[in-house]
RNA sequence: GUGGGCGUAGCUCAGCUGGUUAGAGCGCCGCGCUGUGGCCGCGGAGGUCACGGGUUCGAGCCCCGCCGUCCACCCCA
């Protein structure tokens, strides 16, 4: 529709209800499974000083090299819409030292300007955990396994995690030098893109899928040699550590993954059921060099963060009866008032407030229309107020589940009504 | 940024080699049933055929452009 409506930009969608109810779903657990874990909520700008992010995620990353959404504002400072939740979190700690170790979870939209395709947008959304002010590889466990049990919650069941070690500074350092010197010697077996570009990031080559970079990344110098003893054993603790949770992993020497700031521990989840390319759920890693870099005292730090849109697009690729019941779920009640709406005002009040999930009709429609949205609505029960419940002082209750008609209805006096659909629902919730 | 597919009702789509009032299913509203949903029957509302040009006696259909969308590459959530 290019004919002057006006939409929602490029890459960008709006989630309506029941769609959306998924969504609820997701973050709620999520929410649930971080406080479980000890993590409290932040929540912080999602545009920051553009250096936040350069000198987060790096400047040479493809993030900020081209998919930034820069803007300057009207007193000529220029920002930038956060592309990933980690950067603006540790820009936080770093600004109010809080007292470690500080754990903070959250759910944010992110932006990167990109072309769209299947699970790729220019406004995707992520929850995440940050945990900061360790190097215990035992902090590194929880953040891990806190993502395992939150997709275990949700439904997922065919997820592989990957894991590897970058080593810390010195060590990821050492290996970019073997790396940078093993390419300039066999420059002409990279891949044609690769020839051009693989010095700027020479780590990108190792998850590059051509053929040619595949087989010579394999013979060259690998990560895992280059580890210092501290590495490898920082590393081994958090591998013993997932066998130990009965969290199955893989180890992967190429795993790199996008930013920069990561150092030892990196980890993605990657989904069995998605065939595309872009079948990463959620990863993450440590970055003990972050607070440093954005202008704090040296603090380590490690977190993940996981795609809602990708979570959605993983359940629906499993069939998981978890998206169907979740978007099936609805009200638990309906009133039906054919005697002009106060009554149902009432009613509807009374029951909102003993914790009862109810709606109703609106604009004086007859029984029958109302019946009908009641049907809509997904309710268990109607709430009939006619003239004859008013006169008789009750409400009858319709049961919109059961077939037989002689069963279905019956009648209870208008004080009770409020406690009686409250003990149905309660009822209906045990099961 | 590069390349390809597709834009017809709220949704999913049909529309013959260009031919006159543009269709279906689902959904929505109403009626059959002056107090009762889901099934069934009947009726109704809803479309400048994404947009802008062009060719033609005539364009939803052909051509050009443009926007959007989906998909692939790069890379990631």
């Known amino acids: 529709m290019s004919d002057g409506q006006l939409t929602s930009p490029p890459g960008t969608h709006d989630v ?58 009207r007193g000529e400072r220029t920002y ?52 900061l002010g360790s190097d215990d ?70 998850d590059c899928k051509k053929d040619s970079c595949v087989s010579l ?24 550590g997932l066998d130990a949770l009965e969290i199955p992993w893989t180890a992967n020497p190429n795993l790199v993954r996008g930013f920069d700031y990561y150092t030892r521990t990196t980890f993605e989840f990657a989904s069995d059921a998605l065939a595309n390319a872009q079948n990463a759920i959620g990863g993450g890693g440590r970055y003990d060099r972050l607070a440093e870099d954005l202008g704090g005292s040296p603090t380590p730090g490690v977190g993940f963060g996981s795609g809602i849109e990708r979570l959605i697009l993983a359940l629906e690729a499993e069939e998981s009866p978890v998206v169907s019941a979740v978007r099936e779920a609805g009200v638990f009640a309906y009133v039906v008032d054919t005697t002009g709406g106060l009554a149902a005002l009432t009613l509807t009040s009374s029951l909102r407030a003993a914790g009862v999930s109810v709606d109703r009709a ?33 409400v009858t209750l319709r049961d919109l589940r059961v077939g037989d008609e002689g069963e279905r209805q019956y009648q209870v006096p208008r004080a009770d009504v409020v406690a009686h659909v409250a003990e149905l629902q309660r009822k209906n919730s045990e099961i």
């Open 16 to 73: 309506l209800s029941p769609a959306s109810r998924l969504w609820e779903f997701l973050i709620g657990t999520f929410a649930n499974e971080a406080r479980r874990y000890g993590f409290g909520l932040i929540v912080s700008p999602m545009f920051e000083d553009v250096a936040v992010f350069h000198r987060g995620i790096g400047e040479q990353s493809d993030v900020a090299r081209k998919e930034m959404y820069t803007f300057t504002d």
């Open 80 to 131: 930038a819409l956060r592309p990933e939740g980690t950067a603006s979190v540790v820009r936080a700690f770093v600004q109010h030292n809080p007292t470690p170790p500080w754990k903070a979870w959250y759910a944010t939209p992110a932006f990167r300007y990109e072309r769209p395709q299947a699970g790729r947008y220019r406004q995707h959304h992520q929850v995440g955990v940050e945990a």
């Open 137 to 206: 590889p035992y902090i590194d466990l929880e953040v891990i396994s806190l993502a395992w049990r939150f997709y275990e919650a949700i439904g997922l069941r065919r997820i592989t995690l990957m894991v590897n070690s970058m080593g810390h500074a010195e060590c990821r350092a050492e290996f970019v030098e073997l790396l940078t010197a093993y390419f300039e010697e066999n420059e002409t077996r990279l891949c044609d893109e690769h020839t051009k570009v693989w010095s700027t990031n020479p780590l990108r080559v190792l």
């Open 217 to 240: 990344v394999q013979e060259g110098p690998t990560l895992p040699a280059s580890l210092c003893a501290e590495c490898r054993d920082h590393f081994a603790v958090v591998t013993a």
């Open 362 to 394: 609106f604009d004086r429609r007859s029984m029958k229309s109302q019946l009908k949205a009641a049907d809509r609505s997904g309710a268990r029960w109607a709430l009939l107020i006619g003239d004859q419940e008013t006169h008789g002082g009750y």
